[in-house]
């Protein structure tokens, strides 16, 4: 499957920069972390490196249920105003993770699957998609603040998916001698002993 046109790449950054934005016309904290995970989103899409090779409509299809559902988190939530400290406390760690590991990928990082230099720095050295930890993190934060039955069911049902997405990418990448080769030195995908 071709990479899509760089004009479709810069609308999309531009597109997240915007979004992020409008989104603080109320501000609130958790607002103010998600705009700034989507402003680092909209300008890695702006900067982002060319592929080695694009993901299959297969491996893409894999993916989208995790994105669909990060895409919603705070519709989950409760009321911003009505968060108790561990919720508030559970978001940010989780907003930091996935801050910082796009931030790390820098120009490899990508929405969809796609084949782009590894990154093996920063959070990348204990697990190897620490991003989705704090997606996992931020999401799971979103659903306590609702009520703890949401809470308790948001990592029972987005862990699959991110199981899915991850074995998607990692098919793709393991095309690519040296993914292959931090595997080896990175065993654990999001969970250190875990998986």
Known sequence: MPPPPR?????????VLASALFSLDEWTPQRGLVAAV???VGGLLLLRRPLRQAATPRQILACLPAL???ATGLALAGPPGEWGFPETVLFGVGTTITLTSFLVLGRSFGVLPAARNPVTSGPYR??????YVGQLLMLTAC???GSM????????F???LLVLRIRAEEQLLNNWADYR?????VRWRICPLVW
């Open 181 to 185: 080769d931090y595997t080896r030195r």
């Open 149 to 156: 039955l949401v809470g308790l069911a948001v990592p029972t």
């Open 126 to 131: 204990c697990v190897r998609h620490p991003a």
């Open 7 to 15: 004009f479709l790449e810069i609308l999309a950054g531009l597109s």
């Open 143 to 145: 659903g306590f603040s």
């Open 68 to 70: 669909l559902v990060g």
């Open 158 to 160: 987005v862990i699959p």
């Open 38 to 40: 989507q402003i680092a």
